[in-house]
């Protein structure tokens, strides 16, 4: 890429007074993008996205035109756009800064998305615990049907659609994109067998298009400027910018929008972002995508934080989420920790998920608390391969990739540092004492 | 007799919501209506009764063993009537490298609870990421977000409950 100052696209307005209201986002060129999709056939649509190189933002970075393109076109039925908004993997939190301080980029993306798509009907599908974020977008949703962007017509043309807000009410499976219509259906979150994929078979049975909020929200660039400019801000596999969520033991945790080739190095230490450690702090290990996603040692960071790069150290860019872990801290609590929340999360549906992911727990619970046993570790390796073998990624014998999600952290921890594992059990405590997390900020 | 569940207000809001509700939805898919209608029910009386869930049953066209179903598999939702402040904190991986477990353990001394027990003003519970490990350490009080919480924020938060 050249070296011209770096635009941000998504949080360009972030912070700024009013940045949520339509006037606001007008001013910025709001809804431009929409005009001039609006002036092509629904099929010109989808091919300019997938020339754009977008990818879903959601965690498994499929690329976003094909998905539209796997819409069967002459299906009788009605289609639906659902839009997730779950965000509730360990360490994401990107966006609810979008629907905090932009909803209307993704509204509008929304709106194109659906006209492409011969949507009528989208629902936007928040985790329960998104009460402000839930008003704001319902805010910015009276106001685009008060300004005919939804509604009867959508900017004076002969085309309907309407947009509801959902909020679940706390439970991270339903982030899963068929879990997530099942809960649109009313029911508990239990996700569908794959295939028929939501594209053919989705919400009421009907073709459903499920994309993060994220992706939508870089849709309208794509048609304000042009697909090649899209495309050419990214790798060659992955167009556009991205929001990554960096948190843990860093100077400067937050949300940042980087360009593709941004390194998890430069994430952690550069000026513009986390701004390193604290004083005499090294980095263990690094989560580069949400908790499920197999962790870096830090000799592994000079890796950009983009899908395919990612993807050849056996890990994923996944939703984002790039949580820091310094040498204060213990592996084996630190796994216990997210062992414990895909066993809380985990809907029970498949044999391998619902029993292995409390026994890992159990395990990991011994281990921490100096109860482990000669053997505990490869047991732990075992029921972690029982639930999904590793690597490389994908290799679950469950119904959805929450089962891969529960197994990933245990196999990456135990290749990395099996040796503090077995530490525990040899000395019947944790070699950290009563300070597993180290000692750190206001509550040190 | 047994008291009636709602006052006639709380009645009327609920038909008009109810109905609200029921117009996003296809005319033979009351029954995906579920969720904000619990969400409703619980908003009007704080939690989930067995004459609600039988209410919102009925206006779906569902038994009310599907409404308990529901209801059960999601944490929002009260089958228990909960303290007046139901507090969950969370205590998942970016929040812990921030001190959450130190803040749980303030807090189960401020209240005199442990995480998981109630009484008749508060519900303390620990609970998972909240989109907040940016702005950790966080916690939600009846689904009201307080993030970057410092002892001093943290009692300032409390005092101010009525
Ligand atoms: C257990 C689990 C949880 C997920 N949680 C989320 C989530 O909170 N938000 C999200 O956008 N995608 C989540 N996903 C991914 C979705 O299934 C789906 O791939 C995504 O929403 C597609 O959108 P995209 O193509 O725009 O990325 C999750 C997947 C799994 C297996
Ligand atoms: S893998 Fe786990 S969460 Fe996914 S369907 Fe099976 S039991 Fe449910
Ligand atoms: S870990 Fe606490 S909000 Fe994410």
Known sequence: ?444 | MAEPLFTPEEQKKFDAEIAEILSHYPADRKSAAMLPALRLLQELKGWLPPEGLKLVASRLGVTPERAYEVASFYVMYHLKKPGKYVVDVCTNLSCALWGAEKMLAYLEQKLGLKAGEANERFTLRETECLASCGTAPCLQINEDHHESLTKAKLDAIFDKLS
């Not at chain 1, 050249?2 to 001013?27: Q, V």
């Not at chain 1, 005919?148 to 659609?161: A, C, E, R, S």
């Not at chain 1, 550069?270 to 090294?282: H, I, Q, T």
């Not at chain 1, 998920?353 to 281990?367: A, D, F, H, N, S």
């Open chain 1, 1 to 444: 890429m050249a070296t011209t100052a770096f635009e941000p696209l998504i949080s360009a307005a972030w912070g700024k007074p009013n940045s949520w209201k339509l006037d606001e986002y007008k001013k910025r060129g709001g809804y431009k993008g929409l005009e001039k999709a609006l002036e092509m056939a629904p099929a010109q649509i989808i091919d300019e996205v997938k020339k754009s190189n977008l990818r879903g933002r959601g965690g498994a970075g499929f690329p976003t035109g094909l998905k539209w393109s796997f819409v069967p076109k002459d299906s009788p039925k009605p289609k639906y756009l659902a839009v997730n908004g779950d965000e509730s993997e360990p360490g994401t939190f990107k966006d609810r800064y979008i629907l905090e301080n932009d909803p209307h980029m993704m509204l509008e993306g929304i709106a194109i998305a659906s006209y492409a798509l011969g949507v009528h009907t989208c629902y936007v599908y928040l985790r329960g615990e998104f009460k402000f974020q839930a008003e704001r977008t319902n805010a910015a949703i009276r106001e685009a049907y008060a300004a005919g962007i939804f509604g009867k017509k959508v900017l004076g043309k002969d085309y309907q659609l309407d947009c509801y807000v959902v909020r679940g009410a706390g439970a991270y499976i339903c982030g899963e994109e068929t879990a997530l219509l099942e809960s649109l259906e009313g029911k508990k979150g239990w996700p569908r067998l794959k295939p028929p994929f939501p594209a053919v078979v989705g919400l009421f049975g009907c073709p459903t298009v499920v994309n993060n909020v994220e992706t939508l929200a870089s849709v309208p660039h794509v048609f304000t400027r042009g697909p090649a400019w899209y495309a050419g801000l990214g790798t060659d596999k992955s167009g556009g910018t991205r929001l990554v969520c960096l948190s843990g033991t860093v100077n400067r945790p937050g949300v940042y929008e980087v360009p593709l080739e941004a390194t998890f190095n430069q994430l952690i230490f550069d000026d513009k972002y986390g701004r390193g450690l604290p004083p005499g702090r090294k980095v263990k290990a690094v989560i580069p995508g949400g908790s499920s996603a197999p962790i870096l040692s830090p000799d592994e960071l000079d890796v950009a934080m983009e899908f395919e790069a990612v993807k050849v150290k056996q890990t994923m860019a996944g939703s984002g989420g790039v949580i820091v872990m310094d040498d204060t801290t213990c592996m084996v609590r630190s796994l216990w920790r997210v062992a414990r929340f895909y066993a809380e999360e985990s809907c029970g549906q498949c044999t391998p998920c619902r029993e292995g992911t409390p026994w890992q727990t159990r395990l990991l619970r011994k281990i921490e608390e100096g109860r482990g046993e000669p053997g505990d570790v490869e047991i732990l390796s075992n029921v972690a391969s029982s639930i999904a073998p590793y690597p490389p990624i994908g290799l679950g014998n469950t119904i959805c990739a929450l089962g891969d999600a529960a197994a990933l952290p245990t196999h990456s921890f135990l290749m990395r540092f099996r040796d503090e594992f077995e530490a525990h059990i040899r000395e019947h405590r944790c070699p950290f004492g009563d300070k597993p997390w180290g000692a750190f900020g206001d509550w040190s």
